[in-house]
Protein backbone atom coordinates (compact mmCIF):
# COMPACT_ATOMS: atom_id res chain seq x y z
CA UNK A 1 0.00 0.00 0.00
CA UNK A 2 1.31 3.67 -0.86
CA UNK A 3 -1.78 5.64 -0.15
CA UNK A 4 -2.41 9.56 -0.02
CA UNK A 5 -4.65 11.25 2.17
CA UNK A 6 -4.48 14.96 1.77
CA UNK A 7 -1.07 16.06 3.19
CA UNK A 8 -0.65 12.86 4.41
CA UNK A 9 1.18 9.30 2.73
CA UNK A 10 0.49 6.22 4.34
CA UNK A 11 2.60 3.28 3.68
CA UNK A 12 2.04 -0.24 4.12
CA UNK A 13 5.43 -2.52 3.86
CA UNK A 14 7.70 -5.28 4.99
CA UNK A 15 10.54 -5.83 7.09
CA UNK A 16 13.96 -4.07 5.51
CA UNK A 17 16.64 -1.13 5.44
CA UNK A 18 13.89 1.21 4.14
CA UNK A 19 12.42 1.04 7.28
CA UNK A 20 15.57 2.94 9.44
CA UNK A 21 13.76 5.95 10.40
CA UNK A 22 10.26 3.92 11.75
CA UNK A 23 12.05 1.52 13.76
CA UNK A 24 13.93 4.60 14.97
CA UNK A 25 11.16 6.00 15.90
CA UNK A 26 9.38 3.32 17.73
CA UNK A 27 12.96 2.66 19.89
CA UNK A 28 12.26 6.16 21.12
CA UNK A 29 8.93 5.32 22.12
CA UNK A 30 9.43 2.57 23.76
CA UNK A 31 12.68 2.46 24.85
CA UNK A 32 13.74 5.53 25.25
CA UNK A 33 16.22 5.29 22.13
CA UNK A 34 17.42 2.04 22.94
CA UNK A 35 16.84 -0.83 20.15
CA UNK A 36 13.42 -2.16 20.03
CA UNK A 37 13.09 -5.28 17.68
CA UNK A 38 11.87 -8.99 17.98
CA UNK A 39 11.19 -11.90 15.99
CA UNK A 40 7.74 -10.72 15.36
CA UNK A 41 8.96 -7.95 12.93
CA UNK A 42 9.95 -9.86 10.06
CA UNK A 43 6.78 -11.83 9.18
CA UNK A 44 4.62 -7.90 9.87
CA UNK A 45 3.45 -5.64 7.83
CA UNK A 46 4.48 -2.21 8.89
CA UNK A 47 2.32 1.09 8.08
CA UNK A 48 3.94 4.63 8.47
CA UNK A 49 2.30 7.63 8.29
CA UNK A 50 4.12 10.60 6.53
CA UNK A 51 3.82 14.22 5.33
CA UNK A 52 6.12 16.49 3.75
CA UNK A 53 8.83 13.56 4.56
CA UNK A 54 8.40 13.59 8.15
CA UNK A 55 8.00 10.44 9.68
CA UNK A 56 4.46 11.11 12.49
CA UNK A 57 3.25 7.81 12.80
CA UNK A 58 4.12 3.90 12.68
CA UNK A 59 2.36 0.80 13.52
CA UNK A 60 3.07 -2.87 12.89
CA UNK A 61 0.52 -4.97 11.57
CA UNK A 62 0.38 -8.94 11.17
CA UNK A 63 -2.35 -10.54 9.34
CA UNK A 64 -3.33 -13.71 10.47
CA UNK A 65 -5.38 -17.10 10.38
CA UNK A 66 -6.39 -18.64 13.48
CA UNK A 67 -3.41 -20.81 14.40
CA UNK A 68 -1.07 -17.47 13.80
CA UNK A 69 -3.29 -15.53 16.28
CA UNK A 70 -2.88 -18.12 18.61
CA UNK A 71 1.18 -18.11 17.94
CA UNK A 72 1.61 -13.73 18.07
CA UNK A 73 2.59 -11.60 19.90
CA UNK A 74 -0.24 -10.88 22.46
CA UNK A 75 -0.92 -14.64 22.49
CA UNK A 76 2.60 -14.56 24.50
CA UNK A 77 0.11 -13.31 27.72
CA UNK A 78 -3.21 -13.81 27.06
CA UNK A 79 -4.84 -16.91 26.17
CA UNK A 80 -6.76 -15.86 23.21
CA UNK A 81 -8.40 -19.38 22.19
CA UNK A 82 -11.99 -18.01 22.92
CA UNK A 83 -11.72 -15.18 20.80
CA UNK A 84 -14.16 -16.23 18.29
CA UNK A 85 -12.39 -15.20 14.88
CA UNK A 86 -11.43 -17.03 11.58
CA UNK A 87 -9.04 -14.04 10.68
CA UNK A 88 -7.38 -11.57 12.26
CA UNK A 89 -5.54 -8.23 12.06
CA UNK A 90 -2.96 -7.79 15.21
CA UNK A 91 -1.85 -4.32 15.94
CA UNK A 92 1.35 -3.06 17.84
CA UNK A 93 4.33 -1.02 18.71
CA UNK A 94 2.17 1.78 17.82
CA UNK A 95 3.88 5.59 17.62
CA UNK A 96 1.70 8.57 16.48
CA UNK A 97 3.17 12.03 17.00
CA UNK A 98 1.63 14.39 18.97
CA UNK A 99 -0.42 16.98 18.08
CA UNK A 100 -1.95 15.57 15.07
CA UNK A 101 -5.36 14.59 15.87
CA UNK A 102 -5.54 13.10 12.25
CA UNK A 103 -3.21 10.58 13.12
CA UNK A 104 -5.79 7.97 15.08
CA UNK A 105 -8.50 8.73 12.39
CA UNK A 106 -5.64 7.75 9.36
CA UNK A 107 -4.32 5.30 10.91
CA UNK A 108 -8.05 3.33 11.78
CA UNK A 109 -9.23 4.18 8.20
CA UNK A 110 -5.78 2.23 6.85
CA UNK A 111 -6.85 -0.84 9.04
CA UNK A 112 -10.17 -0.50 8.25
CA UNK A 113 -9.08 -1.50 4.92
CA UNK A 114 -6.70 -4.07 5.47
CA UNK A 115 -9.37 -5.79 7.26
CA UNK A 116 -11.67 -5.51 4.56
CA UNK A 117 -8.96 -6.25 2.10
CA UNK A 118 -7.99 -9.66 4.07
CA UNK A 119 -11.47 -10.52 4.78
CA UNK A 120 -10.36 -10.62 8.76
CA UNK A 121 -13.13 -10.19 11.08
CA UNK A 122 -11.07 -9.56 14.07
CA UNK A 123 -8.82 -6.36 14.64
CA UNK A 124 -6.71 -6.35 18.22
CA UNK A 125 -4.03 -5.64 19.95
CA UNK A 126 -2.25 -4.41 23.55
CA UNK A 127 -3.05 -0.79 24.54
CA UNK A 128 -0.28 0.08 26.64
CA UNK A 129 -0.44 2.27 30.31
CA UNK A 130 2.28 4.23 31.84
CA UNK A 131 2.23 1.85 35.41
CA UNK A 132 0.51 4.51 37.40
CA UNK A 133 -2.59 4.79 35.15
CA UNK A 134 -5.06 3.62 37.71
CA UNK A 135 -7.75 5.93 36.85
CA UNK A 136 -7.92 4.82 32.59
CA UNK A 137 -7.38 0.92 33.77
CA UNK A 138 -10.35 1.70 36.05
CA UNK A 139 -12.67 3.32 33.42
CA UNK A 140 -12.25 0.42 31.17
CA UNK A 141 -14.20 -2.02 33.38
CA UNK A 142 -17.25 -0.58 31.36
CA UNK A 143 -16.17 -2.13 27.83
CA UNK A 144 -14.73 -5.27 29.13
CA UNK A 145 -15.69 -7.85 26.19
CA UNK A 146 -17.91 -11.47 26.97
CA UNK A 147 -15.97 -14.12 25.64
CA UNK A 148 -12.65 -12.05 25.78
CA UNK A 149 -9.47 -14.02 26.48
CA UNK A 150 -8.13 -15.91 29.32
CA UNK A 151 -4.97 -14.97 31.95
CA UNK A 152 -1.81 -16.37 30.55
CA UNK A 153 0.73 -14.14 31.95
CA UNK A 154 1.67 -14.24 35.89
CA UNK A 155 1.91 -10.67 35.56
CA UNK A 156 -2.10 -10.85 35.12
CA UNK A 157 -3.84 -8.36 37.50
CA UNK A 158 -7.32 -7.62 37.76
CA UNK A 159 -8.67 -3.98 36.02
CA UNK A 160 -8.64 -1.56 39.30
CA UNK A 161 -12.31 -0.38 40.54
CA UNK A 162 -12.97 3.20 40.90
CA UNK A 163 -11.91 6.06 39.69
CA UNK A 164 -11.23 7.68 35.72
CA UNK A 165 -8.59 8.72 33.87
CA UNK A 166 -7.37 10.02 30.42
CA UNK A 167 -7.43 7.27 27.62
CA UNK A 168 -5.11 7.63 24.60
CA UNK A 169 -6.87 8.97 21.64
CA UNK A 170 -6.41 6.08 19.42
CA UNK A 171 -8.17 3.67 22.22
CA UNK A 172 -10.58 6.19 22.80
CA UNK A 173 -11.43 5.89 18.83
CA UNK A 174 -11.45 2.49 19.27
CA UNK A 175 -13.94 2.72 21.98
CA UNK A 176 -16.44 4.77 19.81
CA UNK A 177 -16.19 1.95 16.64
CA UNK A 178 -17.28 -0.67 19.49
CA UNK A 179 -14.14 -1.76 20.72
CA UNK A 180 -14.14 -4.36 24.09
CA UNK A 181 -11.36 -4.93 26.70
CA UNK A 182 -9.88 -7.79 28.47
CA UNK A 183 -11.48 -8.37 31.84
CA UNK A 184 -7.82 -8.25 33.31
CA UNK A 185 -4.52 -6.13 32.26
CA UNK A 186 -0.82 -7.49 31.61
CA UNK A 187 2.25 -5.64 33.61
CA UNK A 188 4.48 -5.65 31.21
CA UNK A 189 8.43 -5.92 33.31
CA UNK A 190 10.40 -5.55 30.09
CA UNK A 191 8.44 -2.47 28.59
CA UNK A 192 8.06 -0.79 31.79
CA UNK A 193 4.18 -0.83 31.14
CA UNK A 194 0.91 -1.92 31.96
CA UNK A 195 -1.43 -3.57 29.45
CA UNK A 196 -5.09 -4.84 28.36
CA UNK A 197 -6.05 -6.62 24.99
CA UNK A 198 -8.13 -4.36 23.35
CA UNK A 199 -10.62 -6.51 20.47
CA UNK A 200 -12.76 -4.23 17.57
CA UNK A 201 -14.85 -6.89 15.81
CA UNK A 202 -15.80 -5.75 12.13
CA UNK A 203 -19.77 -6.65 12.93
CA UNK A 204 -19.50 -4.68 15.94
CA UNK A 205 -19.09 -1.44 14.07
CA UNK A 206 -22.27 1.03 13.85
CA UNK A 207 -22.38 1.66 10.15
CA UNK A 208 -22.65 5.23 10.45
CA UNK A 209 -19.10 4.57 11.83
CA UNK A 210 -18.51 2.65 8.52
CA UNK A 211 -19.04 5.23 6.64
CA UNK A 212 -17.12 7.67 8.47
CA UNK A 213 -14.16 5.44 7.84
CA UNK A 214 -15.04 5.36 4.23
CA UNK A 215 -14.72 8.85 3.57
CA UNK A 216 -11.38 8.71 5.26
CA UNK A 217 -10.49 6.02 2.67
CA UNK A 218 -6.57 6.97 1.49
CA UNK A 219 -6.16 7.22 -2.55
CA UNK A 220 -3.41 5.76 -4.30
CA UNK A 221 -0.37 8.07 -4.32
CA UNK A 222 0.99 9.97 -7.66
CA UNK A 223 4.47 8.80 -9.13
Known amino acids: MDRRVGRWRLRLRQDGPDLAQAFALRAATFRGGACDRDAFDAGS????IETGG?????????VQDRAAMLAGYAARTYDLSPLRARRAVE????????????LPRLLLAALAGLVDAEGADLLYGCASFPPDARGALAGLRGHVAEGGPRRRAADAIDLPRGGTG???????????????MSDHAVIDRDLGTVHVLAMLRVADIPPHRLR??????????EG
Open 45 to 48: RHLT
Open 54 to 62: TLAGYARVA
Open 91 to 102: LGRVCLAPGEPD
Open 166 to 180: PLPPLLRLYLAFGAR
Open 212 to 221: HLGALAPVPA
